[in-house]
C-alpha cells in the first residue's frame, strides 16, 4: 500500500468516527464539508469573486482543504472523553471547531494551491485577450 491509499484508509477511519459520534451519514458529513469550504473563500477572498471562483474549481484546493478537514477531525475524534460527551455538544464542539470564519483567519491555502489556481486565471486572461484581438 503507498502512501496515499495509507493516507486514504486513515481519512476514511477519521470520517466513519466522526460520523458514528454525530450520528450523520456520509451525504450529511460531505455536504458539510463542501459548503464550508465554499464559505471558508468568502470570508478569506471576500473581497476577490473571481479568485473564489478559481479555487472553487480547483482540486488543489478541495486536496487542501480536505487534508485540513481532517487533521481536525482527528482531533475531535480521538480526543479523550469525547464519546461521553452528549450528543449534542459533540455537534457543537465539532461546529465550532470547522467554523468558516474562524478558519479564515488561521489557516491559509499553501504555495502549490495558490500557484496552480494563479497559472489558471492568467492562462484564461490571456486566452480572453488573444480572443479579443
Known sequence: ????????QQFTIIQQ???????????????????TGKQYLQYYLHRDPQGIDMLVASKYYWSWWRTNWYQRDAAFAFQTGI????????????????????????IYPNGQVLNHTYATMIGEVLDNKNDAV
Do not use: F, G
Request: aromatic share 8%; proline share 0%; net charge negative.
Open 1 to 8: 500500500m503507498n502512501h496515499t491509499q495509507q493516507q486514504q
Open 17 to 35: 468516527k466522526v460520523c458514528a459520534l454525530l450520528a450523520w451519514d456520509w451525504e450529511t458529513y460531505n455536504t458539510l464539508v463542501e459548503k
Open 83 to 106: 464519546d461521553s460527551v452528549s450528543k449534542d455538544m459533540r455537534m457543537q464542539l465539532y461546529l465550532n471547531l470547522h467554523d468558516a470564519n474562524t478558519l479564515a483567519a488561521a
